[in-house]
């Protein structure tokens, strides 16, 4: 039984693997970049919260609301002044700004809210439990896990459904052809990364809400993210929310055997799909 | 009158006799500089080592890896089991370490291999992370808390007694003009093997797949054993480099050993503010990142984000770096690989 316990508690650490890695997953699928700089904005973003929380005294969901189109701001510049002056064929100019902009964006919370670690004011909430037979599920895993799958149900909609998503598509699949049909190509790049930071501001809710954090742990969130983009298959949403689960369960797995092990063996799983199918899970048709 | 393929300008052969002088200098060093000199100099010169192995993965093999520091924490690793638990003379457990690092990057080549691009970049990263965290689970070399060399091994170290013996200095400060000289060794190692290197049919066939794959492939170009090799050569002088930086350290920890910041962040500056894919532009970095990190020491991370920022400002504005700049300008060439036609009645379609 208690493997079930164990097994369960690691596809709700999945669904918050899952929200680091959509936004991600998303920018990715579109433009085909990279964000090196992408844990370290989740990060950001839950420090943008405690600030709303402890200056206007909001409660962190309502914060998180609040930081919402602050966030989108923030995403959407970032992309129309910096990033978009580095797409083009060669590969070094995103992965180096990017990397220095996670470098940079490290240092910079560290100056402004010191290496102490920082929580989000939790209420009866985060602690409450669901007692479901003989497992007890926490009500803040749950919350986290329906928040993924609401994201990434939301954001097919917005994909297939709406005029947004299909120039989404149509860029996704050719910049050029699209922007000859019209598709300023620039906005929608810098449309798209807005919205994966406003999928970073709900990743970084819970994670102030369930650990503590501190402005060095963004490289971490960054390498889950990437590990559950790779194993679900690059561009392909539902295939994040898998690959967050299969490193969510091989890390709770292996924190059950020795806890010095969770860490190492969600990489050891994500080495091993690599292994086996290379292109991940559920790859798209090309990439 | 016959033709002459050659590489050598004018100025390349004026910096060679500078180059030549400047190497002497370096090595007479320890006969009138102060320990804290040595000390910088010995720092510089083995992040100037990192920097050019990262330079020829990124800049000439087109492979951005931000995975280095398991090559470095790997080496140094080695160098600590040797000396520690082999009883190894720490001079000989550097030249070895290398080998350790090879051990490490052939499954990780096999690994990384199958991703592309960014996606190469974090599987490196993960790949490093992992080797970090088996290293922290080693509990003969102090598991998550790391260890010291022990004093008598670096006390009997080959060559110690004898620098001390010749410039009249205490044990401390002839290790570490041991380290300097071993680090500059390494140094001109590095530079000149990489600059043989790109002056072969080899560095020709490096440059080409650099440029275009598919075209390299198309003439017989073997991209694939090009990456392996350039893969395999820096992970290993990478890993003499952390050895040496950590023969100089002697104690070790698994979170500094394996630093993503400490051993990639920093090397990756050094090449992009210097200039990607030259010979030049890791030296003329390495001297910059120096030069910033003497005058914003003292302001913690204010330096890493200036640092940051500068490397972003230098990727969009001047994507060559500084020493592109430079060359742009007056088209000088302090490291030739470019094979230019000489001799010969060089005829031209308006002549005719």
């Known amino acids: 039984m208690i493997w079930v316990d164990t097994i369960i508690q690691g ?24 964000n090196l700089a992408h844990g370290d904005l989740i990060v950001m973003g839950a420090y943008l919260i405690l600030l709303l929380v402890t200056l206007l005294g909001l409660p962190p969901f309502l914060a998180a609301v609040v930081a919402m189109p602050l966030m ?74 329906a928040s993924a ?109 020795n806890p010095e092990w969770q860490i190492l063996s969600g990489h050891i799983a994500f080495l091993l799909v690599l292994l086996v199918r290379p292109r991940g899970l559920f790859p798209r048709a090309h990439d | 009158m016959s033709y002459i393929v050659t590489t050598q300008t004018r100025a390349s052969s004026v910096s060679a006799i500078a180059g030549i002088l400047l190497i002497l200098m370096l090595i007479a060093l320890p006969f009138f500089a102060g320990r804290g000199t040595i000390q910088d100099m010995f720092f510089i010169l083995t992040m100037l080592t ?53 051990a490490i990057a052939v499954p990780t080549a096999f690994f990384a291999f199958r991703l592309n691009g960014a996606y190469f970049a974090i599987g490196t990263w993960v790949i490093a992370e992992v080797v970090r965290l088996i290293a ?19 006390r009997d170290m080959w060559f110690v007694e004898m620098i001390e ?42 440059a080409a797949v650099r440029d275009n794959i598919e075209a ?32 100089q350290k002697a104690r070790i920890s698994p979170d500094a050993a394996f630093s993503v910041t400490d051993w990639t962040a920093y090397v990756i500056f050094i090449v992009v503010i210097g200039g990607i894919g030259t010979m030049e532009g890791p030296i003329i970095g390495v001297l910059v990142f120096f030069a910033l990190q003497s005058l914003l020491a003292d302001f913690g991370s204010w330096y890493l984000m200036t640092l940051g920022v500068l490397a972003i400002s230098i990727m969009l504005v001047a994507p060559r770096g500084l020493w592109g700049l430079v060359s742009e300008r007056t088209s000088l060439q302090l490291f030739p690989i470019q094979r230019r036609l000489r001799g010969g009645r060089l005829t031209t379609s308006e002549d005719q």
């Open chain 2, 136 to 154: 922290s689970q080693w509990k003969s070399l102090g598991g998550g808390t790391g260890t010291s060399l022990p004093r008598d091994a670096t």
């Open chain 1, 149 to 257: 799958v609401l994201v990434i149900v939301g954001l097919n909609q917005l994909f297939y459904r709406t005029e947004l998503g299909r120039a989404f598509r149509a860029t996704s699949d050719d910049a050029t052809t699209a922007s000859l049909m019209g598709i300023k190509t620039a906005n929608i790049f810098a449309t798209a990364t807005g919205i994966a930071l406003v999928i970073v501001t709900v990743a970084a809710l819970y994670l102030g809400l369930r650990a503590n954090f501190d402005p060095n742990i963004g490289p971490a969130r960054l390498i889950y993210a990437f590990e559950a983009v790779i194993i679900g298959g690059l561009g392909s949403l539902w295939g994040t929310l898998a690959g967050g689960i299969i490193i969510g369960v091989a890390q709770t797995l292996g924190a059950a055997i």
């Open chain 2, 216 to 247: 390299a492939k198309s003439v017989g170009v073997d991209a694939g054993r090009m990456k392996w090799m350039v893969f395999l050569t820096s992970a290993f002088g990478t890993g003499v480099a952390g050895a040496l930086i950590y023969l």
């Open chain 2, 165 to 206: 013996e010749t410039l009249g200095v205490r044990s401390a400060a002839a290790r570490d003009i041991l380290a300097y000289w071993i680090a500059l060794v390494l140094a001109l190692v590095t530079i000149g093997g990489i600059y043989w290197l790109l002056r072969t049919r080899r560095g020709l066939a490096l």
């Open chain 2, 50 to 102: 990192l920097a050019q192995f990262w330079n020829l993965l990124a800049g000439y093999g087109g492979l951005v890896s931000i995975g280095q520091q398991a090559f470095v924490g790997a080496g140094a690793y080695a160098l600590f089991a040797l000396v520690i638990l082999g009883g190894f003379d720490p001079v000989l457990a550097v030249a070895l370490a290398g080998f350790a690092a090879l």
């Open chain 1, 72 to 145: 989108f701001c923030i995403g959407w510049c970032l992309q129309k002044f910096l990033l978009n002056r580095t797409l083009g064929d060669d590969i070094l100019p995103p992965l180096l700004v990017t990397f220095g902009l996670s470098v940079a964006l490290q240092n910079a919370l560290l100056e402004g809210f010191s290496a102490d670690s920082q929580r989000l004011p939790t209420d009866v909430l985060t602690t409450a439990s669901i007692q479901a037979g003989p497992i007890s599920l926490g009500v803040m895993p749950l919350l986290t896990f």
């Open chain 1, 11 to 34: 596809i709700l650490l999945g669904g918050l693997y899952a929200l680091f890695a959509a936004g991600l997953s998303l920018v990715f699928g579109i433009m085909r970049l990279v």
